[in-house]
């Protein structure tokens, strides 16, 4: 039976009184088996991986370790220590929410059934001071909110006021100037305050007269339109609208159609084309000539009745017609030879009538296997010397069939030999070869998409209208395998136009696939919707 264990598990930063915050953090769980015993003294197989963005996020790092558990089931380690290929202090804690992925195999080994996912609810604060650490120069405020409050016009001056406590009493002069009496209160009768009352207070009494921002230039205005007027209110002036248009429909005026040469324009914006005519003059061109019953037409012309002038259809009804129509003779002026070039240069113009005589007589024989030829084989010369051999190739080796037949090897072909770099014939930059030099690795040398997701992505590398004038000469352009775009981080410098992360063309699972990040070197399996980089490769 399959045992289903069961983690408790607890995260804590490691904090340092160093000036340098140590780059790991502690880590503690509990493990207990399907009976919920404590799985105690026991080697434990752990993977920790750490999320950005959310519990499905990137993966920018991981590591594994095989704590032991003692005898209270608790196992401790030291995220940061462990074996990886990743670099625990290249993590920006600044960037985004975090998340911590433990995976477990309470059998010490990589075989992992239990899978925890939890977010840092707070930044670790010791790895974050780090970036304070190493702050220089002044920092300036970019709070769009803080700069539009009135907190922004606090100035020094502001504070020092504020903070003076060597005058801690209102006396009575101080009362007094506020607009109120010193002395022991009585009982006060009039319960409204007047005009001189609120002049006192520093108001004006009667209805406010005063441009509250002291400028009456900045005033609220109307725009309106009414027919052709254009207007704005409050003094703003007004003028013809430019388009003379009754019924105030701007996209169904009057339109002029033109012709010079061969362009035909529509005006008013309404664009042109030019018309398929070699000398530009539209009054020669071809034209065919039809009957149908009397009517005789002429296309991109008119039609006319023969039936007018007598004609019924029917060319045996016409008069004065030529005599000699089915005789190939010049006495009415017909053509008495071919004339037509392909005709004269075909087999068919080698055929006389001596020829088609012979055809003639050659079928009245009836079945030619009884008359005169060959039904069996018989050797006509005595000699097997001269027969039909055929010919064929193998890799190099060429051969001969039949008695006296026999096989040379041809050279072998000269192929070009590739090296690493630029190459424009190839369509990009040659990333890779293979030891004999007759094969590689291409990359394009521009970005194929700044944002698609890995669905997209695929499509997106393949289009050759994605590519230069270059790239685009090739079809069987694709994503990059991971051990493929290993190999394009290690030279991107030279390949150029590199940004962060780009997709990969190999999976993780159904909803995941790898990416590659190249300002880091690191990879990562992200969700397929995530949008990334495109960079297209191909095999030569």
Do not use: C
């Amino acid at each position: 039976m399959k045992k289903i264990y069961s983690l408790i598990a607890g995260l804590m930063l490691t904090a340092s009184i160093f000036a340098q915050a140590p780059q790991k953090m502690s880590y503690q769980a509990i493990i207990r088996n399907s009976t919920d015993n404590l799985v105690t003294n026991q080697s434990v197989g752990m993977q920790i991986s750490i999320l950005q963005g959310g519990a499905n996020g990137f993966l920018v790092y991981v590591e594994t370790q095989n704590p032991t558990s003692n005898i209270n089931g608790l196992i401790t380690l030291e995220i940061g220590t462990g074996i990886t290929t990743d670099d625990f202090s290249t993590i920006d804690w600044t960037n985004g929410i975090y998340f911590i992925k433990a995976e477990t195999d309470p059998a010490g080994g990589s075989n992992y059934t239990i899978t925890g996912t939890s977010q840092l609810m707070s930044v670790p604060y010791a790895l974050h001071a780090n970036t304070a650490d190493n702050f220089t120069g002044t920092l300036n405020e970019t709070d769009p909110i803080f700069g539009a409050s009135i907190a922004s016009a606090i100035t020094a001056t502001d504070t020092a006021n504020w903070n003076n406590t060597t005058d801690t009493q209102i006396d009575s002069s101080g009362i007094a100037l506020l607009g109120y009496v010193a002395g022991t209160h009585m009982a006060d009768t009039d319960t409204h305050i007047d005009s001189l009352g609120l002049v006192a207070l520093g108001f004006n009494a009667g209805g406010i007269i005063a441009e509250t921002d002291g400028s009456v230039t900045n005033e609220i205005q109307i725009l309106s339109k009414t027919g052709s007027i254009v207007s704005l209110s409050n003094g703003g002036g007004n003028f013809i609208d430019a388009v003379d248009d009754n019924d105030n429909d701007p996209i169904n005026e009057l339109q002029t159609l033109s012709k010079t040469l061969n362009i035909v324009t529509l005006s008013n914006t309404g664009g042109s084309f030019s018309v398929d005519d070699a000398d530009a003059d539209p009054l020669n061109e071809l034209q065919d000539i039809s009957l149908s019953g009397s009517d005789l037409t002429l296309s991109n012309g008119s039609t006319i009745d023969l039936s007018a002038i007598g004609f019924d259809g029917d060319y045996n009804n016409l008069s004065n017609t030529p005599t000699n129509i089915s005789v190939f003779n010049n006495d009415e002026n017909y053509l008495t030879s071919e004339i037509d070039p392909i005709y004269s240069v075909s087999v068919a113009s080698a055929i006389t009538s001596t020829l088609v005589n012979n055809w003639s007589i050659a079928y009245s024989w009836g079945n030619h296997a009884n008359e005169g030829y060959l039904t069996s084989f018989t050797e006509v010369d005595a000699s097997v010397t001269n027969e039909i051999q055929t010919l064929s190739l193998s890799g190099n080796d060429l051969t001969i069939s039949g008695t006296g037949g026999n096989t040379i090897t041809l050279p072998s072909s000269s192929a070009p030999s590739y090296t690493i770099g630029l190459n424009i014939a190839m369509g990009g930059y040659i990333f890779y070869v293979t030891p004999d030099g007759k094969h590689g690795l291409v990359v394009s040398t521009q970005n194929q998409s700044t944002s698609a997701n890995w669905y997209e992505a695929k499509d997106v590398a393949t289009n050759p209208a994605n590519h230069n004038a270059d790239g685009m000469k090739f079809t069987n352009w694709r994503l990059p395998a991971k051990w493929e775009i290993n190999l394009l981080v290690g030279q991107q410098v030279a390949i150029g136009g590199f940004s962060n992360f780009y997709w990969t063309g190999t999976e993780d699972d159904a909803t995941r696939a790898w990416a590659k990040s190249f300002s880091a070197g690191v990879d990562g399996n992200a969700v397929k919707t995530t949008s990334f980089n495109v960079r297209a490769v191909r095999s030569f």
